[in-house]
Antibody
Framework: EVQLVESGGGLVQPGGSLRLSCSAS????????MHWVRQAPGKGLEYVSA????????YYGDSVKGRFTISRDNSKNTLYLQMSSLRAEDTAMYYC??????WGQGTLVTVSS | DIQMTQSPSSVSASVGDRVTITCRAS??????LAWFQQKPGRAPKSLIY???SLQSGVPSNFSGSGSGTDFTLTISSLQPEDFATYYC?????????FGGGTKVEIK
């Protein structure tokens, strides 16, 4: 069974940092590109970032470019999102998504003083 | 960026009804389109990829069609568990953009 389990969310002050993790199992993680998608409370889905299967290529949405860094460790079947200079508008549920169309359950990030 | 426009934004329907949701891309995306279902407080669930291919385990009352710029998700006979919000997403170009969502509500 494919599983994606996010962790690392929480309450952080504006300007702070947080690292999200997404632990994968049940599929050959190293062969799939991976994505982060977020959803602000009561809003729709927003694409955040992507990374190729090898980790050589990355993509960032305009709203997070220069502040967020996506990475992966294929030996640990884990995807990461390092978030810095966090703003109130980054408050959202963050989901990891495989390019084989499986979603994690999400981890909530709240940016507030 | 490719803009994805979904319509309607909401629809009221009864169990057994046929429901059609449309998604229009601002530029051609071939068949690189996916559909997701999301229930309140839950993560999205993938229904369809490549415009018309059903994800494993998805009931056959869901179907997708279209190519280029115009796409459709059809629920042939609405079931109680189908009341949810539905999103389309193009994956032809980065950023992978989503439609605004269609909420299917009970009439």
């Amino acid at each position: 069974e494919v599983q994606l389990v996010e962790s690392g969310g929480g309450l952080v002050q504006p300007g702070g940092s947080l690292r999200l993790s997404c632990s994968a199992s049940g599929f050959t993680f190293r062969t799939y590109a991976m994505h982060w998608v977020r959803q602000a409370p009561g809003k729709g889905l927003e694409y955040v970032s992507a990374i190729s299967s090898s980790g050589d290529s990355t993509y960032y949405g305009d709203s997070v470019k220069g502040r967020f860094t996506i990475s992966r460790d294929n030996s640990k079947n884990t995807l990461y999102l390092q978030m810095s200079s966090l703003r109130a508008e980054d408050t959202a549920m963050y989901y990891c998504l495989s390019s084989s169309w499986f979603w994690g359950q999400g981890t909530l990030v709240t940016v507030s003083s | 960026d490719i803009q994805m426009t979904q319509s309607p934004s909401s629809v009221s329907a009864s169990v057994g009804d046929r429901v059609t949701i449309t998604c229009r891309a601002s530029h051609g995306i071939s068949n690189y389109l996916a559909w997701f279902q999301q229930k309140p407080g839950r993560a999205p669930k993938s229904l369809i990829y490549a415009a018309s291919s059903l994800q494993s385990g998805v009931p056959s009352n869901f179907s997708g069609s279209g190519s280029g710029t115009d796409f459709t998700l059809t629920i042939s006979s609405l079931q109680p568990e189908d009341f949810a919000t539905y999103y389309c997403q193009q994956y032809n170009n980065y950023p992978l953009t989503f439609g605004g969502g269609t909420k299917v509500e009970i009439k």
